[in-house]
């Protein structure tokens, strides 16, 4: 399967079931409080398939583009309704009834991500451990006295087991705090206290990578530069490099870890490099040309090798992470919960001004990320999955007419007033809600297009 279809499968299985799940939540919800369902559909334009089930004769059917589904109720506001069905219309069910119904949808999300982060959890995996590397310099981490090989144990007394859940904690420190105390351990096994000032994540509107700007970054170990693989018809191998050659230098210049090789070969694309290298105890020269990659924006060499790393380095990088069945039932539902108040607030500080729009990601990003974590492999590609179905799951919770939560919304203005909104007031709700959902699908849609073309 070619790259592009690749990301595309990964993009579309996410999104069929995100999208199924959702409207399943609608439709349980209903049949629980005995509403009428007509149709159940996922995607929208043609259709490709559709067949009738049950007493109540629903439709179900799947549209061209899976970009969204519906749940289509007997109800008085969309036509005329049968006499004997008029106590099954959604219209005439109570406000409680009719809130849980709308409700279903989106709290079907949160279900679904807590289900799927308890199922990672108790599967387990390798992780990577929370091993700081050299800072960079006049970086907020390098202000703080971080050195190279130290191990995080603990940020502001919260224990840190893996480089993930470091991560995590710096991100949701960042928001609230101006700075965080981290428990380190290092090499020489003696603990050491620093302090990190987080005020230059949130620069640039949180565009970008935040860690990258504290000048965290994770550990780099001291590998002999020796070729461990080589990509099939890729620079190095035409160029006549070998697997188990140690490159010893770069046009004159010593290289003593492959570190440096990987920093003079990214600064080099495009450019002949001369590499010594040790070959069955013999020195040899290769003549290589990294070629031109685009990352992160710019313009990066690489030449299609990759390190020979030994089973001792795995084990000291690495740590298995599993959980038993109550534990990762707890961690799944504090996750999801974490994940879902740190979305609101992301919300919150785009509204105010001090989150930057760029970070509002469109079909394009997530179909590139979908891509990403599939070939990570499957517990990647799950949490990614848990982690867009909280995504939605808020982002239908939102006060905005047309979405899940605005029509919450206008359930509770009428037990407030104690009557239904006008037709009118629903009317230009709906319109309002339109212009909003189509301003935020324009600037996601524009983020994806600035992102693929500055790479």
């Given amino acids: 399967m070619s790259g592009l279809a690749f990301y595309l499968a990964a993009f579309l299985v996410v999104?069929?079931?995100?999208?199924?799940?959702?409207?399943?939540?609608?439709?349980?919800?209903?049949?629980?409080?005995?509403?009428?369902?007509?149709?159940f559909s996922v995607g929208f334009g043609r259709v490709l398939w559709q067949r009738r089930v049950g007493r109540d004769q629903t439709e179900w059917a799947l549209g061209l583009f899976p970009l969204g589904g519906y749940v289509k109720m007997l109800d008085e506001r969309e036509g005329a309704v049968d006499a004997s069905e008029l106590h099954r219309a959604f219209n005439r069910k109570s406000v409680g009834q009719r809130s849980l119904i709308v409700a279903a949808g989106p709290l079907a999300n949160f279900i679904l991500a807590i289900l799927l982060f308890w199922g990672v959890f108790m599967y387990g995996g390798n992780e990577l451990l929370p091993i700081l590397g050299t800072p960079a310099a006049g970086s907020p981490a390098a202000a703080a006295g971080i050195a190279n090989g130290e191990q995080v144990r603990a940020v502001d007394g919260q224990a840190v087991e893996t480089w993930n859940d470091f991560r995590w904690l710096i991100l949701q420190k960042a928001v609230a705090k101006e700075s965080v105390d981290l428990e380190l351990i290092n090499e020489s096994r003696e603990i050491a206290l620093r302090r990190l000032h987080l005020k230059a994540a949130g620069e640039q509107g949180w565009e970008g990578?935040?860690?990258?700007?504290?000048?965290?970054?994770?550990?780099?170990?001291?590998?002999?530069?020796?070729?461990?693989?080589?990509?099939?018809?890729?620079?190095?191998e035409r160029a006549g490099l070998q697997v188990g050659d140690l490159v010893r230098a770069i046009n004159g210049a010593a290289v003593s870890t492959w570190q440096d090789l990987v920093i003079r070969v990214r600064d080099s694309a495009g450019q002949s490099?001369?590499?010594?290298?040790?070959?069955?105890?013999?020195?040899?020269?290769?003549?290589?040309?990294?070629?031109?990659?685009?990352?992160?924006?710019?313009?990066?060499?690489?030449?299609?090798?990759?390190?020979?790393?030994?089973?001792d380095t795995q084990?000291?990088?690495?740590?298995?992470?599993?959980?038993?069945?109550?534990?990762?039932?707890?961690?799944?539902?504090?996750?999801?919960?974490?994940?879902?108040?740190?979305?609101?607030?992301?919300?919150?500080?785009?509204?105010?001004?001090?989150?930057?729009?760029?970070?509002?990601?469109?079909?394009?990003?997530?179909?590139?990320?979908?891509?990403?974590?599939?070939?990570?492999?499957?517990?990647?590609?799950?949490?990614?999955?848990?982690?867009?179905?909280?995504?939605?799951?808020?982002l239908n919770l939102l006060p905005i007419p047309v979405l899940d939560g605005g029509h919450l919304m206008y359930h509770m203005i009428e037990v407030v007033r104690r009557r239904p909104l006008s037709e009118r007031a629903m009317e230009i709700g709906q319109q309002i809600g339109l212009s909003i959902l189509f301003i935020l699908m324009a600037f996601a849609f524009f983020n994806d297009i600035n992102r693929l073309i500055s790479g």
């Fill in 15 to 39: 999104l069929c079931v995100l999208i199924v799940v959702h409207e399943l939540g609608h439709y349980l919800a209903a049949r629980y409080c005995d509403v009428k369902v007509l149709r």
């Fill in 209 to 236: 990578d935040a860690l990258q700007r504290l000048g965290l970054a994770f550990f780099r170990p001291n590998i002999p530069a020796v070729v461990g693989k080589l990509v099939g018809g890729g620079p190095g």
């Fill in 273 to 311: 490099l001369r590499l010594e290298v040790l070959r069955q105890g013999a020195i040899a020269t290769v003549d290589v040309v990294p070629e031109a990659v685009s990352e992160r924006g710019r313009s990066v060499g690489k030449i299609g090798v990759a390190v020979a790393e030994s089973s």
């Fill in 315 to 394: 084990r000291e990088l690495y740590t298995f992470v599993r959980y038993g069945f109550f534990e990762a039932g707890g961690k799944a539902l504090e996750e999801t919960w974490d994940k879902s108040v740190f979305s609101l607030v992301m919300l919150g500080k785009m509204l105010t001004g001090e989150v930057s729009w760029k970070n509002l990601s469109g079909p394009v990003t997530i179909a590139d990320y979908a891509g990403q974590s599939a070939r990570l492999g499957v517990d990647y590609y799950i949490k990614f999955m848990a982690l867009v179905s909280i995504s939605l799951g808020v």
